[in-house]
């Protein structure tokens, strides 16, 4: 049975069920429970797990972040997907701890660990930015495109709510020659523009870019993000559009 086809009770019965296995598991060194609650179909199963190990940090830090660290090479992705999560957990106050393991998941061969470090990059950044987006910024003139556009859409959370953080990051995107990462691009800038005080503050950016090509693009895809997130942005797709002539 599916962790969400159980009643509430059960499912919280479960989750108590999983920390105290987990914690009994970390503490002793034998791992075999929690490869299986990291291996498991369920990504609920899976999701339970990680944020189990993230708040068992606190006590045990050395004895998770080992236990992080020998899930992170087992052959089955999922278990290193659990890992990169739980390190992205841990990340969100103590990013130096799991920096080495943001680079080697962002360099795995399967995709549900390179996109594991993608959220796991969203979350950290929400929280704790300084850190995470200094790292981010040393991959962005990486040679492997796949790289520089992940982490263009990994940072894209914090500049949903701060894109000043992020828009000198953004910026040196602007001439990229690969037209995945172009496109990621032109989308991060949508979405970064829609709530509260943030069409300003990109549009102020953007005058100021070089590739003017690019910014065309993108003033078109922030029109239609306003349309398409009507129930969520400030300004109506009308009142986006006028702000962006006028500003233009």
């Known amino acids: 049975m599916a962790f969400y086809d159980l009643p509430k ?7 108590l069920q999983m920390e105290a296995a987990i914690a009994k598991a970390v503490q002793s060194g034998r791992l ?3 490869k299986k609650y990291a291996a498991d179909e369920d990504t609920y199963i899976r999701k339970a797990t990680y944020q189990s190990l993230g708040r068992l940090h606190g006590a045990h830090p050395q004895e998770v972040l080992a236990a992080i660290g020998i899930l992170l090479k087992e052959t089955d992705p999922k278990v290193r997907q659990t890992a990169i999560n739980a390190a992205g957990e841990i990340g ?3 990013f130096k701890a799991v920096q080495h393991m943001m680079d080697t998941g962002l360099f795995d061969e399967h995709h549900m660990v390179r996109n594991a470090v993608i959220g796991s990059v969203k979350k950290m950044g929400e929280k ?6 200094a790292w981010a910024k040393g991959y962005l003139r990486h040679p492997d495109k796949e790289i520089r556009r992940e982490i263009c859409h990994g940072i894209e959370l914090r500049g949903r709510t701060h894109p000043q953080d992020i828009l000198p990051l953004l910026e040196s995107l602007q001439h990229d020659p690969t037209a995945r990462v172009r496109n990621t691009l032109v989308h991060v800038l949508g979405q970064i523009a829609y709530k509260k005080g943030c069409l300003e503050t990109v ?5 100021n870019w070089e590739n003017q090509a690019l910014v065309k693009d993108a003033l078109v895809e922030i029109i239609d993000v306003h349309e398409r997130y009507k129930d969520f942005a400030v300004k109506t797709r009308e009142e986006a559009e006028a702000y962006i002539t006028k500003s233009f």
């Open 9 to 15: 009770e059960a499912r919280a019965a479960l989750v």
């Open 32 to 34: 075999a429970p929690l």
């Open 92 to 94: 969100r106050s103590d």
């Open 128 to 133: 704790n930015p300084k850190p995470v987006l």
């Open 203 to 207: 549009v102020a950016a953007l005058k």
